[in-house]
């Protein structure tokens, strides 16, 4: 049997764990363009705040490959996959055969079409070259603008904040994280950011980029002119869908990948960032591009890939953040979205709860200030318990597993790993 | 793998596991009178949240918190499979507080750190079921056929 992964992130990589997992003499061949293997992505903030160096940033050991018996190809662009001859095309122009292929080619940040982006200054963060870049920018220190109010632009911008510099978030949307957050949650985190002074500035968009060939202002929709150095774009990202163009792989936002992570064509399978998979809160599919599941998914097209079935359930959205000391964590859906939908709210001194039912089902969570035990929200959404006779209890600080047994019990068909078994069975010791 | 397993019918809810657990675990002295007076506060892994049911990290067949960790600080003993917290590169994100289904994983705003439990990995008896007086809490074999899945390295990094 012979492997071939193409991407070498957090999918690319559990993946290849997996399938070692299950298959330790076959040949694995990953390939990505990136140059610097095993490094997280999410921590480029860490980064770039400098509270991590380059090396700290990796998420496995530097001889990873070497111990896995991984074939790495660093800095080898893919750019053709032929499923027909089933092998993939380098930029080298080699062609790779493979059995079995994993397609975990990431995402790429959305640009902005605004005039002047191609002044030196401006900057996307999405790879440590990006970071390197903007790191290698700050020389001086510079007024920062940032062009997005999601999760990018808000941990882009406390990294540098962190590092002294003075920063403006411009945002299109009414408040910070709108995706993610509703009002209260975001009010919170935006007069944590202020109070640090960091400038906030909602409702507006940049029009224009102004300088020679370095930034030196910025533009908004309202005429009002910002100076600033450096202009940070923040817009989200999208999957990479370049490489499966020319094929007759299905693609919706993202590659369809099933309940085994395969995509329509055979022995080949989808996972990360690029795939788009079933939602277990909005009940489609959806393109959740989250590192944790991306792991997930990595595993359960590895072990599937390696002849092991395993079925992935699904996911949602989740983010965890934490702004100057005020953790955040937000899950699934966060607003009604229509009938059906139920909102409860608890909050206190610099803390805010809220949780959204679907029909009985908890669907969506923010906590803000106290995020201890949000865990337990997300096991409550991944087995989709009805949480209606619960509801106070979760929204409290009393919240905790252990009083939840009882639920547990009665939806024992969904709770059958062994973890969960063990807890409502009594030991061994204790019946003699 | 070898876990902690709780008897609801024995415990009494004295929360002598929780607070030798802080103590020997937790603290930076070891010693009681130190213990108490220590800030930040000595953080217990074991969770006695107002029920018979001690709550401990239950060492999952395949763990959550070890996919979300975004620089490989949550990982597995690679003899034991007991899932640990690389101290020292934790770097407080939260990802694995909010992943873990039991709720047991304590986000240390002052330490800086995720604190969970590790069933004493280095030690010959985790300290909670030393202390237990009603012996609610036991070491025992985790039933046959069950595996354990996850980053497991042979040395940290």
């Not at chain 1, 989250?290 to 890939?305: I, T």
């Not at chain 2, 969770?47 to 395949?62: F, T």
Request: aromatic fraction near 8%.
């Amino acid at each position: 049997m012979r492997y071939v992964i193409i991407g070498g992130s957090a999918a690319g990589i559990s993946a290849a764990e997996a399938i070692r997992f299950v298959d330790p003499t076959s040949e694995i061949q990953l390939f990505t363009w990136e140059h610097t293997p095993v490094y997280s992505r999410v921590l480029l903030s860490y980064y770039i705040a400098e509270i991590l160096s380059k090396e700290q940033l990796h998420f496995r050991p530097l001889d990873f490959f070497k111990e896995n018996r991984v074939t790495a190809h660093l800095g080898q662009k893919v750019e053709k996959i032929s499923p027909e001859t089933k092998s993939i095309r380098t930029e080298d122009g080699r062609d790779h055969p493979y059995d079995r292929l994993l397609i975990a080619t990431g995402a790429w940040p959305n640009l902005m079409d605004i005039p002047g982006k191609e002044k030196k200054g401006v900057f996307v963060v999405r790879n440590l070259e990006h970071a390197q870049a903007m790191v290698r920018h700050l020389v001086k220190p510079t007024p920062v603008c940032i062009l997005g109010g999601g999760l990018i632009g808000i941990r882009i911008g406390y990294a540098l904040s962190l590092r002294g510099l003075k920063v403006k978030l411009i945002i299109a949307s009414d408040r910070i994280l709108s995706q993610m957050l509703d009002l209260e949650a975001s009010t919170l985190v935006r007069e944590r950011m202020q109070e640090r002074g960091i400038d906030v500035i909602t409702g507006r968009n940049a029009v224009k980029i102004l300088g020679g060939e370095f930034v030196e202002s910025i533009v908004l929709d309202n005429g009002e002119k910002i100076d600033c150095q450096m202009v940070v774009v923040g817009k989200g990202v999208e999957p990479n869908l370049e490489i499966v163009s020319s094929t007759s792989i299905k693609t919706a936002e993202g590659i369809l990948a099933d309940e085994r992570m395969r995509t329509n064509l055979p022995d080949i399978y989808a996972a990360g960032d690029v795939a788009e998979t079933y939602d277990l809160c909005w009940e489609r599919t959806n393109v959740n591009a989250l590192w944790p599941v991306a792991f997930e998914q990595g595993r359960v097209a590895g072990l599937n890939m390696a002849g092991r079935e395993t079925k992935y359930e699904g996911s949602f959205r989740m983010n965890s953040l934490d702004v100057f000391g005020l953790p955040v964590i937000s899950m699934g859906i966060t607003r009604s979205e229509g009938p059906g939908y139920q909102e409860f709210r608890a909050s206190g001194k610099e803390m805010y709860r809220k949780i959204v039912l679907k029909g009985g089902r908890l669907v969506g969570a923010i906590l803000v200030g106290q995020v201890q035990k949000a865990g337990v929200l997300t096991m409550l959404m991944r087995k989709k318990l009805d949480v209606s006779g619960v509801v106070p209890f979760l929204l409290s600080k009393r919240l905790n597993f252990a009083e939840l047994l009882p639920l547990v019990k009665q939806n024992q068909e969904k709770f059958t790993e062994v973890e969960y078994r063990e807890l409502t069975q009594r030991f061994a010791a204790s019946k003699a | 793998m070898k876990v902690i397993k709780v008897d609801p019918e024995k415990c009494t809810q004295c929360h002598t596991c929780d607070f030798w657990c802080g103590v020997e675990i937790g603290s930076v002295s070891k010693e009681l009178n130190s213990a108490i007076l220590e800030t930040p506060q000595p953080v217990p892994r074991v969770h006695v949240d107002g029920n018979s049911y001690p709550l401990h990290c239950r060492h999952c067949e395949i763990a959550p918190c070890v996919d979300a960790c975004p620089n490989g600080s949550m990982r597995r003993d690679p003899q034991t499979g007991l899932v640990y917290v690389h101290e020292p590169s934790c770097i407080a994100c939260w990802m694995c507080v909010m992943v873990c289904p039991f709720g047991v994983i304590a986000p240390s705003s002052e330490m800086h750190v995720a604190v969970k439990c590790d069933r004493c990995r280095h030690m010959e008896y985790p300290i909670c079921v030393e202390v237990c007086p009603t012996r609610a809490l036991v070491v025992e074999d985790r039933e046959e056929g069950s595996a354990w899945y996850g980053f497991a390295p042979n040395r940290d990094f």
